[in-house]
Every structure is written in C-alpha cells, then in structure tokens.
C-alpha cells in the first residue's frame, strides 16, 4: 500500500486498524502503546549476541514508524519507550500492576512470549485474527499453564531472538518435560526421574541439560518479561484515550486513508450538530466552602426557591449500613456548587457544623416532594441519609440511570466517565485526593483544601451531565419513558431492600461449611486412593499425568499442540464413566460453594441489623437485568442439593413466613407474544404444558404419549433456541449427535414458523438499526452486529434475537417491584420485600396474612405487563426460601 506519491503506508494503516478495532472491543478504556526505545537493553549486556542474527529494518518499513507514532498520539494514547529495556518488559511491567490491584487487562499482541504474563486478570489478544488467549488459552495453546511459558521458552531457545536453549530439545521435548515433573528448577533437582518419562530421547536428557545448565539459566534469564521496571505512570495514570480528531485528519490526509477521512468528517459534522442542543461550559467555576450558619442559611434559601438542585453526600465508606455522612454538597446552577463538611477530623480540621443540627435543619428539604432533586447513583445517597433519619422524597432525576436508559452500552455509567464522555470533562478522581492502597485516606481525613472542591465539583458535574441527557432523552420520548416509568420509580423501591436485608442462619451456614469441610478432606482422600497416591487436584499438570498416563483414560480432546485436554467439559464427560474425574468435579464445586457462600455469608452479617444487606445495581447489565453484589444473590445455586441449602439458611423471622412469587416461562411466553406464532400462542392461551406440547409436535407422538425424556428434549429446544442454540449445541446438550439435533431443529420450526421468522426479522431489523428493542422501548445497541469477523456477528445476532426477551422480563419484573411496593406502602398487612432474584420476588410476612398477601403478590405480578398470552406467576411459602421457592 502506498500513496499517490509511492509514499508506503501498509505498516501505519495496519497499526492505525488495530487500534480502532480495539478501541471499538474496549470502549472508554484507558490504553497505552508500548514500543521498543533506541539502543541496547539489559539482555544485550547480560549476552551480547542476543538478536544478534536479527535483519536490519527493511527501509520502507522504517520510514513508517515516526507517522505511526504521530497517530498514536493523535487518538490519544500515550506512547510509551523506554531506554534500556523492551517494549515488553514495560508492558509486563504494567499488567503485573494492573493485575495485583485487580483490574482486568488487554495485552494485545501476537508474540507467545506475552503468554507468560497471563494470569486471572490478564487476556491476551491478537487483533490479527481476533483471538483471544486467557489461561486455559494457554493451557490450550501451548499444553502448559501460564507460569511454565519462560521455562518452555528457555528450554526450547528461540532462533529469532538468538537465545541459545538446550540443544537437542524441540517443542515435543520440552513439553514432555515440562509437563512430567516441572519447570527448570524442578528438572534439575530431579534429574534422576527424567529417564522414566518414556519420551525418545528421555534416557540422554538428563545429561543434556546437565552438560547445558548454564545455558538453561541464561536462557531463563532472557526470555523472562520483567515485571518490576520503576515506571514514571502506572496503570492508573493512563488516561481514557481523546482523540486529535483535527490532527488525526491531517495525518489520514497524508497518507490517503480514504475511508476513515470520510468517517472523521462525518464525526466531526455530527458533533457540531450535538453542541447545538447540549449545555455550554459555564462561564467561570465557582466553589464554596459553607463553614458559618450564616453561609448556610444562605445556602438552604437558595435550595429552596431552586426548581432543580444536585446533591451528593461524602462518607468514609461504600458500605451503606456502615458509611457516617462527612459532608453534603449542592449546586442549582452549572459552574456553581458548595460544599458543606460535617465530619472532618483530622489534626488542624477547621470548625464546622454540627452534623445533627445541618441534618435538622436539612430534612425538610430532602424529604419535601415537590423540590426536587437530581443525583448520581443517588439511591446511595438515600441509604446513608436513611442511617440519620431521613427518608429522601423528591428525587426527580438520577443522571446514572439516565445515561443507562439512553444507551446502556455506550459508557460505564459511573460519573467520572459520563463527564468523560458527555462534557469532556476530566474530573479529579478520589484517588488523586486520598492516595491508593492500604494508605487510602478516607474521606474525612482529607484536607478540606482538597476535599471541598471535589465534593462541589460531584454536584456541579451532577446537575451538568443531567442537562446534557435530559436533553436527548426528550428527543425520545420512548426512552425517556423507559427512564421515568421504569427506572426512577425502581429508586425507591431498591432502597427500601437493601435497608431491610434479609435474615441468614449463621448457625445453619456453619454445619454446612463444617461438613463441606469433612467432605472436601474424604474427597482428597478418595481422590488419592483412586489416583494410586497423593498429588495436587487443583493441578492440570498432574491430572493430565493421572488420568491419561497412568490410568489410560480415553482422550476426548487434544490441545493445539497434541497433549491431553483436562479442560472442564472433558472432565464432565469421563465423569460420566470413570470414578476420578467424578470426584475431582465434585471436589471443585463443593469448593467453592464454601468459600463462596457458607464461609463467607455469616460474614457478611450486618451487627447492627443482624441481616446480610446486599447492593442492586440498576445501571450494570446490558439488557435491563438487576445485578446485585455483597452478597450476589442471582448466584446462589439452586439446581444442586448442596446449592439448595444455602438458601434454607435463609429464614423468616418469628411471627413471619417467606413468600417466593416467580413467573413462569415468562421468556417463552414474551417470544410467544414477540412472534405471534399460532401454535405458542394457543399453547399458552389454553394453560397447556407448552414443553410438553413443543415434544409431541417435534417427535410426531399424541400429547398423552409424551415421555419425561422427551419433555425433557423439548424444554432444551424451547429455551436453547430463544438463547440462539446452533445445532451443535444442543446435540451437546442432549447428548446426541449434530445431524439429530438439527432435525428436531427443523422439526420445531416447521410446528412454529412464527418463531422462525421473528428471528429472521429481528436479526435483519438490528443489521439495519444497529440496535433491538424491548416491548417498553429499551433498547440494547449491537456494535458488533455488521462485524466482518463471522463470530463476533454471530455471537451480536444471538443477542439480538434473546435480548428483546430478556430484557422485556426484566422490564415486567421492574414494573411488578413498583406496583407490589406502592400497594405494601400503602396497606397494613406488614409485609415487606426483601429480594429479588431474576424472576422471582422474595417477602417477608406476618403468619397471619400469608394467604391474602401471596394472592394480592400474585395477581400484581400477573397484571404487571398485558401480553398476547397471560402472565403466570407461582407463589409458595415456607419458613426459609427453599421451602418458598
């Protein structure tokens, strides 16, 4: 490729498109480019012919670089050298960083020396061919797990890079090492066992890397990414990527990029447009400390005449049962906002308020309905005030959730994004006050220097982003009903459960976690006696040995390289013959659900409440899905035994019983209703057993003839192909072959060929719009929907197709909470909503009402949504949600 002018250009567009790729995949994620700097490293001193054989640069290449730097910077991205090491090394560097504080990393790259940096919380990518690499990735890739990658490396050498290696051994070699006793240090120190491994060549090895040691060792050395350089920026330095769209033109200019001149052009008329309808910068910023009675009477004026005031609270916590309010802040108008401390305390701390007394004073504004009021993630704010007695009315506008009503996928939807992405505003980050780590300060401990200007600009922020998105939801009313019918009244309703919590037996979590414990240590044991002797079930290594070497197990699959898959669905399958693989499943699920449950719930025990307090988040999933954390109550297992007991740890108070209301097959009966399919409708319409109904269409048999098996079959069909289930899949599923699968596909399309063409329609219609839609008008954008990679759009029309359904079920579910809430604020039957999981509301209620608060749950759910087919919903009873359910 070349301009006009023979100028070559392929390197820079090929960079230039893996970069826009990415920054499509990763949308408002901070990125670094990382290249080598000029001159020697420290590999060249420690061996001075490292890449020694290496070509020089070709000159049409180098001629490249500086306009591939140029563009780099011009899309925002810090472009990173530095002088005595590698581009990997920095990269390495980084990650390592990213990975200890738990942040989830991209490497994109196509070299498999990166692999050796994978870890739970770093992916490898090669944008080349769209792949993606994480640990069983690797384990996949190269037969070996992420930590033996340097040792595979140094025991192979690497003729590109000039790292000598151990003569006499290849990749069958040094994987037959690797994965029979260990990495280098473990061969050398059982050098004796070598032989025994059976590979060719096994009886001399031993000798080789005895003669090769230190080759070895220097070879180790090269091939090891540091991880550990002292960077000027680190991780959290690197900043969301803005684009030089002015400079970026000028550089596609250059280099004759037709296409993306005439998508920058576009972009550019399309925000000149945009910056017509969306607030101005205010003028100047103005920011006020209230620290006298007389500032604040000012203030509390000035709050009370406003039609619209943001607010935001300080606190020393995220926990909202625990967080003590330090400070509120306030603003009426762009560019103006005040911050009002009540709990600073550190050395030096000016006077301020007393809190009681600001609250006092306070509570008749924040619980008065007619002034309003807007936040960000203001149901936070609700919970805290809540701690002090006051029940926050008013609440007009929550600009969090009114970005996620407007595009859900376009942003994280936390402020400090939102005013990235609406505002073009940098706003400082509470790190940049209170510092990282275990040295965090909280929030009281903060200078007031520091701490009033962030806290103002949290409100000034506030009320500009909600200027912004008011705007564009009005220019669609449809969503904009989404946010005021749908989300905002849910507000309330989610703040009311969390402050309620829900009552665990701590005692009953303990016997469990005890005997999950006495079961874990017989299920080694077991494990032990079925393997011939002791080893680590938690090692792929010495599982794959175990079953395939010593005990013969029939191989299933292979990793790329040949080697034994110990992958988890092989497991599954030789589970289903073989004892050792059956009792390693169950050792690894058991373990989990102790660590992840029976161990950890009684810890989550609020002392004050004597409840565990879970979060909702309203503004997390992509179709409209609550989520909840602290604890995750969607993933509390329900289709096991051990599963099913966690949640009879979950109980009713005395004098109480739990009422678990869910509905039924509400998907299938929204793509009854979406695809107005004849036979799905008649089938609900009529209360008949729709799976039992779908089986003896597809097998040809009277609907009395029906074996379980086949019921069983037509459920999978049923729900499989509203997920986009391929033939493939269900064949899986079922356990029979792919041509068979594909006939019962054929078969369940010719009995409801509705539901065939809303699938075809919708994947069309979401091509076209580049989004689908719920029944209430939420919409869920599919960028991948027109990918060229056939995966990534087969994988965006899948969700096109399920999308409008799940997300329509939780829309209903939405608008059920609201109407069950509004009716138990307003009756006397002392009853209260405690959870929510998927389809399924949870309550609490006095013994004495059971039978007229299950009928009034039900018939409020049931009218929730008025489809084409009726809404079923099934209460139960009981005195723990087990029993309820």
């Known amino acids: ?44 001193e420690i061996y001075p012919d490292y890449k020694a054989q290496r070509p020089p640069m070709p000159d049409d290449l180098r001629t490249q670089i500086e306009p591939i730097h140029n563009i780099v910077r011009a899309m925002g991205f810090p472009l990173v050298c530095v002088e005595g090491v590698e581009a990997d090394d920095v990269i390495g560097t980084l990650a390592r960083e990213a990975s200890e504080k738990g942040l989830h990393t991209i490497i994109s790259t196509g070299d498999k020396d990166m692999a050796q940096l994978v870890d739970q919380h770093v992916t490898l990518i090669n944008t080349m061919n769209d792949s993606h690499m994480d640990i069983d990735g690797v384990n996949e890739k190269f037969g070996i797990p992420p930590e033996l990658i340097i040792d595979y490396l140094a025991l192979m050498g690497d003729k590109v890079d000039n790292i000598p290696g151990v003569p006499g051994v290849g ?38 890397l005895e003669d090769n040691r230190e080759a ?21 330095d690197i900043p969301l990527p803005v684009a030089d769209n002015e400079q970026l033109l000028r550089l596609f200019q250059q280099c004759e990029f037709r296409s993306w001149i005439s998508e920058l052009d576009a972009e550019a008329a399309e925000g000149a447009k945009a910056l017509e309808n969306e607030s101005q910068l205010p003028d100047e910023i103005v920011y006020e400390t209230i620290l006298t009675q007389d500032e604040f009477d000012r203030w509390l004026k000035v709050l009370e005449a406003a039609d619209l005031f943001a607010f935001d609270t300080e606190t020393d916590s995220l926990n909202y049962m625990e967080a003590n309010l330090i400070g509120l802040s306030f603003s009426v108008e762009p560019g103006k906002a005040a911050y009002l401390p009540v709990a ?84 400082v980050k509470f790190e940049e006050i209170a510092g990282k780590g275990k040295k965090q300060l909280t929030f009281n401990q903060i200078e007031m220097e520091q701490a009033a200007p962030y806290a103002a600009e949290d409100a000034d922020i506030t009320l500009r982003l909600h200027q912004v998105l008011n705007t564009k939801l009005q220019q669609d009313p449809t969503l904009e009903s989404v946010f005021s019918d749908i989300e905002l009244p849910l507000i309330q309703v989610l703040a009311r459960m969390e402050q309620q919590g829900a009552m665990v037996d701590a005692t009953q979590l303990a016997i469990q976690s005890r005997e999950h414990g006495e079961r874990l240590v017989e299920l080694e044991k077991k494990a032990h006696e079925l393997a011939g002797g002791p080893f680590n079930l938690g090692s792929p290594k010495q599982l794959q040995e175990i079953l395939f070497e010593q005990q013969k197990l029939p191989v299933i699959k292979k990793t790329p390289k040949g080697a034994p898959s110990t992958a ?83 109980v009713a108070p005395q004098g109480y019983k739990l009422v678990a209301a869910d509905y039924s097959q509400i998907e299938l009966r929204i793509m009854a209703h979406l695809s107005q399919d004849k036979g799905l409708l008649n089938a609900f319409a009529h209360g008949e057993d729709v799976h039992k109904a779908t089986a003896a269409e597809v097998f040809g048999v009277a609907l009395d003839s029906v074996t379980s098996e086949q019921r069983r079959s037509a459920k999978a069909i049923n729900f499989g192909l509203i997920y986009g289930m391929s033939a493939f899949g269900l064949g899986k599923q079922l356990g029979i072959g792919r041509n068979e699968a594909q006939t019962y596909i054929n078969h369940y ?56 359904m799940q997300g329509t079920a939780a829309d209903i579910i939405k608008k059920a909470m609201v109407k069950v809430d509004s009716w138990l604020q307003n009756s006397d039957s002392g009853a209260r909503m405690i959870m929510q999981v998927h389809d399924e509301l949870i309550l609490e209620v006095p013994e004495d009402n059971v039978e007229s608060v299950s ?18 919903v099934e209460a139960g009873v009981g005195n723990n949600w087990d029993e309820a359910h």
């Open 1 to 44: 490729m070349r301009t006009s002018e023979g100028v070559p250009t392929g390197a820079v567009r090929l960079v230039t498109s893996m970069l826009r790729s990415l920054i499509k995949q990763y949308p408002q994620s901070p990125v670094a480019v990382v290249f080598d700097a000029k001159g020697k490293t420290f590999r060249d």
């Open 171 to 208: 990749e069958k070699t040094a994987l037959a090492l690797l994965q029979g006793i260990g990495g280098i240090k473990e061969l050398y120190e059982n050098l004796d066992k070598i032989a025994d491994l059976g590979f060719r060549g096994a009886k001399t090895m031993a000798k080789k």
């Open 216 to 236: 070895a060792e220097l070879s180790y050395l090269l091939a090891t990414i540091k991880t550990d350089l002292d960077l000027e920026c680190g991780i959290e």
């Open 344 to 427: 600073h305390d550190y050395m030096g701390a000016p006077a301020q308020l007393d809190r009681n007394e600001v609250l006092a004073q306070l509570k008749p504004l924040l619980e008065s309905v007619s002034h309003k009021k807007v936040g960000q993630h203001i149901k936070y704010d609700m919970n805290v005030l809540a701690r002090y007695g006051i029940t926050l009315q008013g609440v007009a506008f929550d600009t969090m959730l009114e970005s996620y009503a407007l595009n859900s996928t376009a942003s994280r939807h936390n402020m400090d994004d939102l005013a990235d992405f609406y505002l073009g505003v940098k706003t």
């Open 568 to 650: 988890e669905e092989v497991l599954q399958e030789l589970a289903l013959d073989y004892p050792l693989p059956k009792v390693i499943i169950e050792h690894r699920g058991l373990s989990k659900l102790k660590s992840t449950y029976t161990d950890k719930l009684p810890q989550m025990i609020n002392p004050a409440s004597g409840r565990i307090h879970t979060s909702y988040h309203q503004a997390v999933t992509a179709t409209g899905r609550l989520s909840s954390s602290d604890p995750n109550l969607q993933n509390i297992p329900i289709r096991s035994a051990e599963g099913r007991r966690i949640r009879q740890a979950f």
């Open 749 to 804: 399309f010719d009995t409801y060929p509705g539901v065939q063409r809303y699938m075809d329609d919708i994947r069309a219609q979401a091509a076209e719009k580049g989004y689908v839609e719920t029944l209430f008008g939420r919409r869920l954008y599919l960028p991948e929907i027109k990918a060229s990679n056939g995966m990534r759009r087969q994988a965006a029309e899948r969700t096109a197709i399920n999308a409008p």
């Open 855 to 872: 009928d009034q749950l039900v018939e409020l759910m049931q009218s929730a949504a008025a489809l084409d087919v009726p809404l079923l």
